[in-house]
């Protein structure tokens, strides 16, 4: 099974941007579509970007406008660049299969937004 590793977040400030990074420990993304994922504390996982094999992209209400999911075959990595972050964006953020999640969550990288 492919194991999935998260990194790019941090502490930025409101209006600032960061691009996240998913690698894949083998080469899953030319057949399986991929999800960016977040969590809040206290609040449920959801869905925040999509992007499919062909490259077409799917983005919750909330960040369309300001986050772009996109994808590097060659390097099994898929990539969040997210801009105009807001404190409601700060989540921990992680990547997995999508619609179904098929793979073991990784640790996730810590996103921050405040003044």
């Known amino acids: 099974q492919a194991q999935l590793v998260e990194s790019g977040g941090g502490l930025v400030q409101p209006g600032g941007s960061l691009r996240l990074a998913c690698a894949a420990s083998r080469s899953i993304f030319s057949i399986l579509a991929v999800g960016w994922y977040r969590q809040a504390l206290g609040k449920q996982r959801e869905l925040v970007a999509a992007i499919t094999p062909i490259g077409s992209t799917n983005y919750a209400d909330s960040v369309k406008g300001r986050f772009t999911i996109s994808k590097d075959n060659a390097k099994n990595t898929v990539y969040l660049q997210m801009n105009s972050l807001r404190p409601e964006d700060t989540a921990v953020y992680y990547c997995?299969?999508?619609?179904?999640?098929?793979?073991?969550w990784g640790q996730g990288t810590q996103v921050t937004v405040s003044s």
């Open positions: 997995n299969t999508w619609p179904s999640i098929t793979l073991q």
